[in-house]
């Protein structure tokens, strides 16, 4: 049983940046590949960045590459997303996962999910 708490959300203006965590509890953090998601308002869930179980290996959906950065520490049980460069459209709730196989791209894949965290990017 693994369970997630983001944090790190809020508002900020276009070009800003902002970090998010994931915090798991629960020994066999480090036995999941892990990823972020995000979901706006009126739209489908979708795959923003993910992360091996040995942070070895990073995986992006196009709309963030080279602005989103997905690590993680095993010794915290945690796994961050630094957004930078963002964008209005970036807005939505930004949720962990943890489930496999990597690179967990696929909601329905997900084991486990956080509550999410609200991101808003004015312009």
């Known amino acids: 049983q693994v369970q997630l708490v983001e944090s790190g959300g809020g508002l900020v203006q276009a070009g800003g940046s902002l970090r998010l965590s994931c915090a798991a509890s629960?020994?066999?953090?480090?036995?999941?590949?892990m990823s972020w998601f995000r979901q706006a308002p009126g739209k489908e869930r979708e795959f923003v960045a993910a992360?091996?179980?040995?942070?070895?290996?990073?995986y992006y959906a196009d709309s963030v590459k080279g602005r989103f950065t997905v690590s993680r520490d095993n010794a915290k049980n945690t796994v961050y997303l630094q957004m930078d460069s963002l964008k209005p459209e970036d807005t939505a709730v930004y949720f962990c996962?943890?489930?496999?196989?990597?690179?967990?791209?696929?909601?329905?894949?997900?084991?486990?999910w956080g509550q999410g965290t609200q991101v808003t990017v004015s312009s």
């Open positions: 996962a943890a489930g496999s196989p990597y690179p967990l791209t696929r909601p329905q894949r997900a084991e486990y």
């Open positions: 629960g020994r066999t953090f480090s036995s999941y590949p």
């Open positions: 992360i091996s179980r040995s942070a070895y290996s990073t």
